[in-house]
């Protein structure tokens, strides 16, 4: 069973940083592995943020800052956020496939495995 645990939100001024973690079980972040992070805010759409393939770190994100990074010795994967602003506010969630796709795939229906989620809140 695949099992994959966010951590690392919490409540930030704008402008601040914050580093989520995602630690799996069931499933290894290897150089075959898709990764991805989205985030859902109240009454949107979930998004994608940041995603990552064949283990080349952040590839199909939202502009600058938003990294994607990964350690394989904890199997975990990582994603810094920067600047924070208030709309930078929901939930964050981990998520990971074993299919390569070619062309967009920081897509949320391309994903089979995901966590429960982090809250990020930017204060203003």
């Known amino acids: 069973e695949v099992q994959l645990v966010e951590s690392g939100g919490g409540l930030v001024q704008a402008g601040g940083s914050l580093r989520l973690s995602c630690t799996a079980s069931?499933?290894?972040?290897?150089?075959?592995?898709?990764i991805g992070w989205f985030r859902q805010a109240p009454g949107k759409e979930r998004e994608g943020v940041s995603c990552?393939?064949?283990?080349?770190g952040s590839l199909d994100s939202m502009k600058g800052r938003f990294t994607l990074s990964s350690d394989k010795t904890k199997n975990t994967v990582y994603l810094q956020i920067d600047s924070l602003k208030p709309e930078d506010t929901a939930v964050y969630y981990c998520?990971?496939?074993?299919?390569?796709?070619?062309?967009?795939?920081?897509?949320?229906?391309?994903?089979?495995?995901w966590g429960q989620g982090t809250q990020v809140t930017a204060s203003s």
């Open positions: 069931g499933f290894t972040f290897d150089d075959g592995a898709t």
């Open positions: 998520a990971a496939d074993r299919t390569y796709y070619s062309g967009s795939f920081c897509m949320e229906g391309l994903f089979d495995f």
């Open positions: 990552s393939r064949g283990g080349r």
